[in-house]
């Protein structure tokens, strides 16, 4: 058990006595915001070498010290599933990001369709959301946003192996279910909020490594969609079982 409450994803090496130095924006969060001081605890993590306890060995205004004491979680893995989504509104992009990593996937895939309609995506800023969100739900790594791509350049370098759940409201409700599919790698694929074209739907249907779901007769926002078939992906092929 410890006391510590805070959790910090760092780019440094974690293990036992090791130093990890902080950069001014951590050293401001932790001594000017959450007023830490030296001897208080905060829990680390980096992707690679699980979850350490770290104490505060020095505090300063434009960086500061920690050291590891003792590893408080072995390193994890999500399970091997992408979200494939069209970004919309910025709020609701932060949110489906936000809520994906929350969830459990790997790796988050902005992709622009026919009728994405959104303001430039600000890759750097959707991932510092990703590392807000693994840090606050005790994940021990932090899933990479990629570079947004074309639907149909995505499709066309796409491995066959990872099955893409494609999401369609289309899809009378009871459409596709996942009970029965194989575990494996997978992607669901989220639309914007204009929906897919005539002819991305067409060939979204013909994929032969995907399989059309509905989520219900309702149509959902592209943000509750995401949540929504996260949930039934984690619930029957995923992490929660
Ligand atoms: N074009 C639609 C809205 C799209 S909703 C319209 O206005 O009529 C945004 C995305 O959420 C869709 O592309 C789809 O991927 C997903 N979605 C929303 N409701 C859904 C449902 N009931 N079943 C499956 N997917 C749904």
């Not at 003792?70 to 936000?98: M, N, S």
């Amino acid at each position: 058990m410890t006391d510590a409450k805070i959790r910090l994803h760092v780019d440094q090496p974690l293990g036992k006595g090791q130093t990890v130095n902080l950069d001014r924006d951590q050293a401001h969060y932790l001594f000017g915001v959450m007023r830490l001081v030296e001897g208080a605890g905060v829990l680390l993590f980096n992707g690679q070498d699980g979850e350490w306890l770290a104490r505060v060995a020095d505090a300063g205004k434009r960086g500061g010290v920690l050291e590891c004491e003792a590893q408080t979680k072995v390193q994890g893995a999500p399970p091997d599933l992408w979200l494939l989504f069209a970004p919309v509104k910025k709020a609701r992009t932060d949110f489906i990001v936000e809520k994906a990593v929350e969830m459990g996937v790997a790796r988050l895939l902005p992709v622009t369709t026919d009728f994405t309609n959104s303001e430039r995506v600000r890759v750097d800023r959707l991932q510092a959301h990703a590392k807000e969100a693994a840090e606050q739900c005790a994940a021990t790594w932090v899933p990479e946003v990629a570079e947004p791509q074309r639907l149909d350049r995505l499709f066309a370098g796409w491995d066959a192996a990872r099955r893409i759940m494609y999401c369609d409201e289309a899809a009378p409700a009871g459409t596709g279910a996942l009970s029965g599919e194989a575990e494996g790698p997978w992607a669901i694929l989220i639309g914007p909020e204009g929906g897919f074209s005539e002819s991305e739907r067409a060939k979204l249907r013909g994929l032969p490594y995907g399989l059309t779901v509905s989520l219900g007769p309702r149509i959902l926002r592209a943000d509750t969609a995401a949540v929504a078939a996260l949930t039934l992906w984690q619930a029957t092929l995923g992490d929660w079982r």
